[in-house]
């Protein structure tokens, strides 16, 4: 925290716009909370942060596919959460007007990430969105299984069975 406050600009600005929104019963929600996944998911309920947005010329197609590449490396080394910064880093630089496809993939790189470090609800996210976005019908069946899978683990299992009969007929789909 330190860091932060001896900091300047945008970051020192929000950091104490939202330090001064906050309550102390917040502060001990907020230091409760185990998981990185978790403490997004406490900021983006409470809206406080307002980000600036990025202007088209700060995305960067190249940037993306190299962090996307980093982002396989280390989920290949089994170094998960490594893997999910990269990923997530590759999702903010893809351009808006970039390829669907592509951009889905690297949401259904993430979400295997997230299922190896056990955010499942966070994986089913990414999933969908894969899924909605356009991932190649060839690979439906990875992204179904892992859906099952994480809904098992969610101890969702009549939605599980259900996402485990998609994943046989997007095996006879290929």
Do not use: W
């Amino acid at each position: 925290m330190k860091d932060v406050i001896n900091q300047t600009g945008f970051f020192k600005e929000q950091y104490q716009k939202f330090r001064k929104s906050v309550t102390d019963k917040d502060l001990k929600c907020f230091a409760g909370l185990k998981t990185d996944v978790e403490r997004l998911k406490f900021v983006e309920e409470r809206n406080r942060l307002e980000f600036p947005s990025r202007s088209k010329d700060s995305k960067n197609l190249e940037q993306a596919l190299n962090l996307k590449e980093k982002g396989n490396k280390c989920f290949q080394k089994e170094q998960n959460a490594d893997a999910l910064s990269f990923y997530s880093q590759s999702l903010v630089m893809y351009p808006q007007d970039g390829d669907l496809t592509e951009f889905s993939i690297i949401r259904a790189n993430r979400s295997a990430t997230l299922y190896h470090l056990q955010e499942y609800r966070a994986a089913l996210s990414d999933i969908e969105i894969a899924l909605a976005q356009g991932y190649p019908k060839h690979l439906h069946y990875k992204v179904l299984d892992r859906k099952a899978k994480c809904l098992m683990a969610l101890k969702q299992n009549y939605t599980a069975i259900h996402s485990l009969r998609e994943t046989i007929s997007a095996l006879d789909d290929r």
